[in-house]
């Protein structure tokens, strides 16, 4: 793959810092983009090329595809959007603005990545467009309400583009990882402290039984969690393969609950989601 250029967001941990160094070593030259500049200063240490792009700053998106369009000569054959946030609390409890701006950057920012690369693969005949969705954009959980809500909507527009796109020499993909170790749960901390009030809610002892203990206690592996190697592997298949398949289920979890949706009623789901949380 010498020579093949990509663009990854969401690089300081987790599904994007695994991808950029798994891509590195098949021989990918790798943007490797990050939020906050420090996290870029790092992987630039690492010997990464590492703009700065913050999905909830159109200017820093522009930037950013600019400095990898100087680099690389006007082309870039793959882009892989990843960087994303959670806001955990439940939904009665979620003040409009928290949906904002996690649309801002879940979705809003990723479709404005993603319209500015278009043109760039039209002109040289060629692209991959890899979105980083998630089991939640197949199913809900509780507790859940603004990620999941961010991810069916990217299901959606993915799947649209996807259909549009097949008269072009564009691929468009959906990867779909199910409990994967990253810093997502940590990193939603802030955010949940910044849009939650949950002392005030009617769900206050809920929060206190589940959901606080979740997220303020030691990190633990979930059950049936994978490395993110296991998404890099699903990754490379769909960025490398002559035919890639439309979506990639990554984990057990997320197999089995894209064959429950199908074959469940929604009564049912429900119960079953319910009663795992």
């Given at each position: 793959?010498?020579?093949?250029?990509?663009?990854?967001?969401?690089?300081?941990?987790g599904i994007g810092h695994d991808a950029a160094h798994g891509l590195r070593e098949r021989g990918w030259?790798?943007?490797a983009s990050c939020r906050q500049e420090k996290d870029?200063?790092?992987?630039?240490?690492?010997?990464?090329?590492s703009p700065q792009l913050d999905y909830t700053?159109?200017?820093?998106?522009?930037?950013?595809?600019?400095?990898?369009?100087?680099?690389t000569g006007g082309t870039l054959d793959a882009l892989y959007n990843?960087?994303?946030?959670?806001?955990?609390?439940?939904t009665e409890d979620l003040p409009t603005g928290a949906l904002r701006e996690i649309f801002e950057g879940n979705l809003f920012g990723w479709h404005e990545l993603t319209r500015a690369v278009i043109p760039v693969m039209r002109r040289q005949g060629h692209g991959r467009i890899v979105?980083?969705?998630?089991?939640l954009g197949l199913v809900p959980m509780p507790w859940r309400g603004a990620y999941v809500a961010t991810k069916y909507a990217l299901e959606g527009l993915t799947d649209v583009l996807r259909i549009e796109m097949r008269d072009t020499p564009i691929e468009?993909?959906?990867?779909?990882?199910?409990?994967?170790?990253?810093?997502?749960?940590?990193?939603?901390?802030?955010?949940?402290?910044?849009?939650?009030?949950?002392?005030?809610?009617?769900?206050?002892?809920?929060?206190?039984?589940?959901?606080l203990k979740r997220l303020y206690a030691a990190p633990s592996k979930d059950r049936f969690e994978l490395p993110a190697s296991a998404v890099t592997a699903k990754l490379?298949?769909?960025?490398?393969?002559?035919?890639?398949?439309?979506?990639?289920?990554?984990?057990?979890?997320?197999?089995?609950?894209?064959?429950?949706?199908?074959?469940l009623p929604t009564g049912a789901l429900d119960a079953l989601i319910d009663r795992a949380r």
């Open positions: 793959m010498t020579g093949k250029t990509i663009l990854i967001t969401g690089c300081s941990s030259r790798v943007f870029c200063a790092r992987l630039r240490e690492e010997g990464f090329e700053d159109e200017a820093s998106i522009h930037r950013a595809l600019g400095e990898v369009l100087e680099a990843n960087g994303a946030f959670g806001i955990p609390g439940a979105n980083c969705s998630s089991v468009i993909i959906l990867i779909e990882p199910g409990p994967i170790t990253s810093r997502i749960r940590a990193n939603s901390v802030p955010y949940f402290e910044k849009w939650i009030d949950w002392r005030a809610s009617p769900r206050a002892a809920q929060y206190e039984a589940s959901l490379v298949h769909a960025l490398e393969h002559p035919t890639p398949r439309p979506r990639y289920y990554v984990t057990f979890p997320t197999h089995l609950m894209g064959r429950l949706r199908r074959l």
